[in-house]
């Protein structure tokens, strides 16, 4: 049995390439980007080269570009450090109803400990926000606005620029969590008018334990961390200096393959939502086939749990994702398909299925194979599928 | 016990975190069963409050990466399976219901009839499993009659089958006990053998959920959550004198001495808790003692329904040596018409009112549910002990043995 794996959002395989480009950052040149010798001067070209390279593909200045420990970091620096540096004058929030849980619990973390009000910017059954709603919520105590580009569970994409439109000359800041866009769709900070922005490198064939943050030049939010003059006092901690060339190749190749991969895989989620729908009754798309980064498919099956399909799938060799994965393994429900609206009989059925770069046809064509069989042995043993 | 089965019985491990359910996992892997490893997640710490940093149970982080190591060292999968809501519905719902009854539960055995052995069941049949396995020190085993039953293991310090008295035949059929015939010093000894990294883990105590061991603190903070609140109200003596308040009824249990807040000249314990007139009555020692209770709920293990009074060994709590007992059956006719016994009348399937009629049983979910005619089944059973027994407790079970093997249970009203 050949393992499948079409859990690409969780993460992915490191490209040999970037691997590659690496190696000498781990062995000969891994000097302290600070230090004065010559050692620290390799790391130090190789840490700013990469920023430069990293900016040109998002389309910004290497001063308004710091590296972090990957997604979470970044979008815990967009809430916490934008809430530190205004909670004196403004303490209003508004984060997305189907954000990541690492915009969520430091947005709620502020909620209660620190009296912020927080509002959650509604989405639609697509799963996409409306800039009328984001509107009404809008108010002069507003200090943040954070929405992510493309959805880890469902792959929708947001349209950023017509709600960052609405923060565009005021005092309001505008965050998108770009960690399941970039590399996949062109994020282009100008074109998406944001003021902050997230990403990390192991959605993409790069290593774990990095990302960048991108705050547009002349804003001044307040650190995580304390303790050294690292990325311009704004995230001291020495820098991962091999991570970083890692990243930078990774959104080289990322950038280069884009087209070709976006259409591949676009043709390839054609194929499999079509041959699931046909094959098995009671089958819904969580999303649409537009609006989506093709990489993730979300499929609802109806009257069975999604965390009995996943286990079933594993035992056949296929890995999938249902809900969110929390630190124990467990399966929650999804918070995103609750906030599309979707009913409880058809969410908690619902298995994401992220392809990559390495999926092939004849992949798909296994799992379209094996998958009837274990809905269709669930959906036996369902009392509430058979209703 | 079942040790010879054929190749590649399928059979999934209900994996706590200690070295009871690892070594379980291990001896099936070591038996030749395709071994699959779960762990059930019953409730998080933001649920049930208290100290979030207190480890060494089940359910928490540091336990689930133990058992995920364990299998991980015998090879075979893990899974932690999210039973969270079923367990708030059923097990924690009713916990807080007996109390606010004046009743003291033993929410291990809710577990294991309406979770353990109805989810978890239900899972390892999704998953092809052809048993369920669990780390308790007993034996199961099929008897002439063709039931199955609950035999004491071997290591009688290790005892659990008072929680067990819940569990269908269907369930039983399908259930694994490899650590009956074992000591629990040879289990560590196994595990320390063959490096489990649970084989110096403290054994788990106590009501998991309640993670400070304080109920009362529990039942205030749910309480809160619901915008609920506990009314003071008497505590007066068996004579009719008041003296005192109490702070709501839930946090007295039969036979409590401390914690009463009144000063008297001999010492007082609860004696009865008076849920409708909210008051908690007190009085000496002497007449905490009674003979005779009654008990509904039923559930039989090892033998039929009874149809004629017969005598055994009985327990009324976890920790009470048996004592010799007549077993009456009450038929009553009403009583099994849509009556619940514990009063909640919970619409989850698998509910509570479920428990002690054969829940999911041989007798299948619909024959469960319906009025069963008297003379199939006795509603109540009458217990009469040789000796009188001290501080007998509503809620609580009784539980019926001959000798070693449980014959059945239900939990006592009176």
């Not at chain 1, 705050?215 to 001044?220: E, L």
């Not at chain 1, 190749?253 to 009671?282: C, G, H």
Request: proline fraction near 4%; aromatic fraction near 8%; include cysteine.
């Amino acid at each position: 049995m050949k393992p499948i794996y079409l859990d690409h959002n969780a993460t992915t395989p490191v490209d040999p390439e970037v691997v590659e480009a690496m190696i000498p950052y781990l062995t000969g040149k891994f000097g302290n980007a600070s230090s004065a010798h010559n050692y620290g001067r390799d790391a130090k070209v190789a840490l700013e080269n990469s920023r430069e390279q990293i900016a040109g593909i998002i389309n910004c200045d290497p001063s308004e570009l710091y590296f972090t420990s990957g997604g979470t970091e970044s979008d815990n620096m967009a809430v916490l450090g934008t809430a530190a540096k205004f909670k004196d004058k403004r303490n209003h929030i508004i984060v997305g109803a189907a954000e990541h849980h690492a915009i969520l619990e430091p947005a709620e973390f502020l909620e209660h400990k620190h009296g912020f009000k927080i509002d959650l910017l509604p989405v639609n059954s697509e799963g996409l926000s409306s800039p009328e709603d984001l509107k009404t919520l809008l108010t002069d105590n507003t200090c943040l606005v954070s929405v992510m580009h493309a959805n880890n569970e469902t792959g929708m994409i947001q349209d950023i620029p017509a709600l960052s439109a609405l923060t565009k000359d005021t005092k309001t800041l505008f965050h998108t969590d770009a960690v399941q866009a970039i590399g996949k769709i062109p994020v282009d900070v100008k074109k998406l008018g944001v003021d902050l922005l997230s990403l990390t490198a192991h959605k993409i064939y790069g290593p774990k334990g990095i990302g960048a943050f991108f705050i547009r030049s002349g804003i001044k939010l307040d650190p995580l961390f304390y303790g050294g003059s690292h990325e311009k006092k704004r995230r001291p901690g020495t820098e991962n200096v091999a991570g970083i060339v890692g990243l930078a190749k990774t959104l080289e190749i990322a950038q280069q393959k884009m087209d070709e991969d976006y259409k591949k895989l676009y043709d390839l989620s054609e194929y499999f939502i079509s041959r699931v729908t046909a094959d098995i009754p009671d089958v819904y798309l969580n999303g649409t086939l537009k609006n989506r980064v093709p990489q993730t498919v979300n499929l609802s099956f109806k009257g069975i749990e999604g965390e009995s399909i996943l286990l079933g799938l594993d035992l056949k060799g296929v890995a999938v994702s249902s809900g969110s994965a929390c630190t124990s393994g467990a399966t929650e429900p999804s918070h995103v398909l609750q906030a599309m609206g979707i009913d409880k009989v058809v969410s908690q059925g619902a298995i994401r299925f992220s392809m990559g770069r390495s999926t092939t046809k004849d992949d798909l064509d296994y799992v379209i194979s094996v998958l009837p069989e274990v809905v269709n042995r669930l959906r036996e043993m369902s009392p509430i599928y058979n209703q | 016990m079942c040790s010879i089965k054929t190749m590649a019985q399928k059979v999934l491990v209900a994996m706590s975190g200690g070295v009871d359910s690892s070594v379980a996992a291990f001896l099936l892997k070591e038996q030749g069963y395709e071994v699959v490893g779960a762990h059930m997640k019953l409730w998080d710490y933001v649920e049930v409050g208290a100290d979030i940093y207190n480890d060494g149970r089940c359910c928490t982080i540091d336990s689930i990466t133990d058992c995920r190591m364990v299998c991980d060292a015998i090879d075979a999968p893990f899974y932690v399976l999210n039973m969270s809501r079923h367990f708030r519905d059923t097990v924690i719902e009713d916990f807080i219901t007996e109390y606010d009854r004046g009743r003291t539960p033993n929410p291990c055995i809710q577990c294991n009839s309406n979770v353990k052995w109805t989810e978890f069941l239900k899972k390892a049949e999704e998953l092809g499993c052809d048993y369920i396995a669990t780390g308790h020190y007993s034996f199961i085993e099929q008897g002439e009659n063709s039931r199955y039953y609950i035999r004491k293991g071997v290591d009688g310090t290790r005892d659990q089958s008072y929680v067990l008295w819940g569990v269908s035949q269907q369930a039983l059929s399908k259930t694994l006990m490899p650590l009956g015939g074992m000591l629990k010093s040879e289990v560590r000894e196994v595990a320390r053998k063959y490096k489990l990294r649970t084989a110096e883990k403290a054994e788990s105590r106590e009501i998991c959920f309640v993670v400070d061991n304080d109920y009362r603190r529990f039942l205030v903070e749910m309480a809160e959550k619901n915008e609920k609140s506990y009314e003071s109200g008497d505590i007066i003596h068996t004579d009719g004198t008041v003296l005192g308040q109490h702070k709501g009824t839930a946090f007295y249990t039969i036979g409590q001495r401390k914690g009463l807040g009144i000063s008297h000249p001999t010492p007082l314990y609860v004696q009865k808790l008076d849920v409708d007139n909210n008051k908690v009555i007190v009085g000496d020692n002497d007449t905490l003692f009674r003979s005779e209770l009654e008990a509904d709920s039923l559930n039989w293990i090892a033998i039929d329904q009874p149809n004629e009074p017969f005598e055994a060994d009985v327990k009324i709590r976890y920790l009470h040596e048996p004592s010799r007992a007549i077993v009456t059956p009450i038929y009553d006719d009403n009583s099994n018409v849509g009556r619940n016994p514990r009063g909640s009348d919970s619409n989850m399937p698998g509910s509570n009112s479920n428990v002690g009629r054969n829940p999911r049983g041989s007798d299948s979910d619909v024959q469960g549910r319906r009025p069963r005619l008297p003379e199939e089944s006795p509603s109540k059973v009458h217990i009469k002990f040789i000796d009188s027994q001290r501080a007998i407790t509503p809620g609580q079970s009784v539980v019926f043995y001959n000798g070693d093997i449980l014959l059945g249970g239900g939990l006592i009203i009176e």
